[in-house]
């Protein structure tokens, strides 16, 4: 079989293709044929090792994202049919609960090979099955930055839920995700982007209203004049230090802020009577676990008109290097996927 692996060094020219044994699956996990994966810019950094020593050793499969058709069962497996669909979980150790301190030790595409191979073994108990109605692409998408928009929805107040705020900022698969589950979940969504093309894209996606931030720098007081100055229920944060005082600023008294990402930088100076004052939550997110992933699947199994948003050039296998490095041009609209089958 062929995989993509990080071989002698971390850079652009040490990820190559290679042919290497197929896997055999031991005991309690499957031997999953793999469909399509997806990208995440956390590939393109790791290829680099920006994660430092929680990158990993080479070699590496790169990837977090994909899914894969059940072709063999190891010992002690029942009740999973061959043929049917998994998605192996991002952080393949994290069960349920508190994820402890170590849990990012078994974070697929480093420091655990990753998903860019023809055929990968997961254990059972850290895969999910994925609903009928996605197309190998779209499952193969629902992995690190789905499961971390769940899981940073689930932060909204109680009493917001089921027609509450919820902003999004700007247009990768984090913020995608966040909008498309909040519309899914009866939220109004309010959503930025630098480009007012894409702004026109997130409308398609459901978006209630959207901002340009490039030209309104102030857009938290922006979310309030949306919201008859009462504020967002919830923030999606991916942006970090540039965005974190104008997402403090669009998120209402009580409300929730979920700390996602650092696009924007990663050390801020915030007006912390600002969130004080006015009872704002600031919570940190971080993928998500097993039951995470069957909680999402659950939910998302049925309905039928969600679709990821998938950028319109799909890669074949052997171009996964190229695939990876239109990641940093940011000229993709969804998600990046490779069909690998
Ligand atoms: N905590 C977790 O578990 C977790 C999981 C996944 C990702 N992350 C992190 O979350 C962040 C987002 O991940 P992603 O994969 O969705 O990223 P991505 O696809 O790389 O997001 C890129 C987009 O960010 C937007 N952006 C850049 N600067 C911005 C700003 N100042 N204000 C608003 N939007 C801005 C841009 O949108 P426009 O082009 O529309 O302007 C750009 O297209 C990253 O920092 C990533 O490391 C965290």
């Known amino acids: ?105 078994s974070a697929l595409g480093g420091p655990l090979d990753g998903t860019a191979r023809e055929y990968m073994c997961t254990p059972v108990a850290s895969s999910v099955p994925v609903p009928e109605h996605f197309s190998d692409v779209e499952a193969a998408t629902l992995c690190c930055a ?62 209630d209203d959207t901002i340009n931030y490039r030209d309104v720098p102030d857009w938290g007081k922006a979310v309030l004049g949306l919201t008859d100055g009462r504020g967002a229920d919830l923030v999606v944060e991916v942006g970090g230090a540039d965005t974190i005082g104008q997402s403090m600023r669009a998120t209402r008294a009580d409300g929730t802020i979920s700390l996602v990402g650092n696009v924007a930088g990663s050390i801020a100076e915030v007006n912390l009577p600002l969130v004080f004052m006015f009872r704002k939550r600031m919570i940190g997110i971080s993928t998500g ?26 890669y074949d296998f052997d171009g996964l290097s190229d695939a990876l490095q239109a990641l940093p041009k940011g000229e993709h609209f969804g998600k990046i996927a490779v069909r690998v089958a």
């Open 289 to 314: 676990s097993v039951a995470d992933f069957h909680a999402m699947m659950t939910y998302l199994d049925g309905k039928t008109n969600f679709h990821p948003a998938l950028d319109g050039h799909i």
């Open 1 to 105: 079989m062929k995989q993509w692996q990080i071989t002698d060094e971390w850079s652009f020219d040490g990820l190559k293709l290679v042919d290497t044994p197929r896997p055999e699956p031991g005991p309690g996990e499957v031997l999953l044929k793999m469909k399509a994966v997806s990208l995440n810019y956390r590939d393109f950094l790791m290829i680099g090792r920006g994660y430092g020593k929680m990158s990993g050793d080479l070699s590496l499969v790169p990837l977090s994202d994909g899914v894969g058709e059940v072709v063999a069962l190891g010992d002690g497996v029942e009740g999973i049919a061959l043929g049917s669909r998994r998605l192996p979980c991002f952080i393949r150790d994290w069960f349920d609960g508190d994820s402890g301190p170590v849990a990012f030790n």
């Open 146 to 207: 789905a499961i971390t928009a769940w899981n940073a929805l689930a932060e909204m107040p109680k009493t917001a839920q089921n027609g509450g705020t919820v902003v999004t900022l700007g247009t990768g698969g984090v913020s995608l995700f966040a909008l498309q589950l909040a519309k899914a979940q009866g939220a109004r969504v309010i959503a930025t982007s630098s480009s007012d093309e894409k702004l026109e894209r997130l409308k398609t996606l459901g978006a």
